[in-house]
């Protein structure tokens, strides 16, 4: 069984910055793409960042130039390093990854809380 663990969440002043990290693990070997989701109170739940296995990187435009994603294949993880964080980021971070030729797998996310 593949399980997903994200942490790094948390509450942080306008402006600040956290790292989100989610690690996969369980019978895994192969990972394609991984990519971070997150869902506003009321909002629907929106792509933030994705990396694909040759780190291909696409971002939403509300979050290019102060989000970062990367990923770490040895260790199964990706990170999301956000920066200059806005209230408008508040949001739960959910990680999801394609693992073992095309099975998706998502974490149970993690609160972002931004206040101003």
């Known amino acids: 069984q593949v399980r997903l663990v994200e942490s790094g969440g948390g509450l942080v002043q306008a402006g600040g910055s956290l790292r989100l990290s989610c690690a996969a693990s369980?019978?895994?070997?192969?990972?394609?793409?991984m990519a971070w989701y997150r869902q506003a109170p009321g909002k629907q739940r929106e792509l933030v960042a994705s990396i694909s296995s040759a780190s291909r990187i696409n971002y939403a435009d509300s979050v290019k130039g102060r989000f970062t994603i990367s990923r770490d294949n040895g260790k199964n993880s990706v990170f999301l390093q956000m920066n200059t964080l806005q209230p408008e980021d508040t949001a739960v971070y959910s990680c999801t990854m394609t693992i073992n030729y095309g099975m998706n797998y998502w974490g149970k996310g993690t609160l972002v809380t931004v206040s101003s």
């Open positions: 369980g019978s895994i070997f192969r990972i394609d793409a």
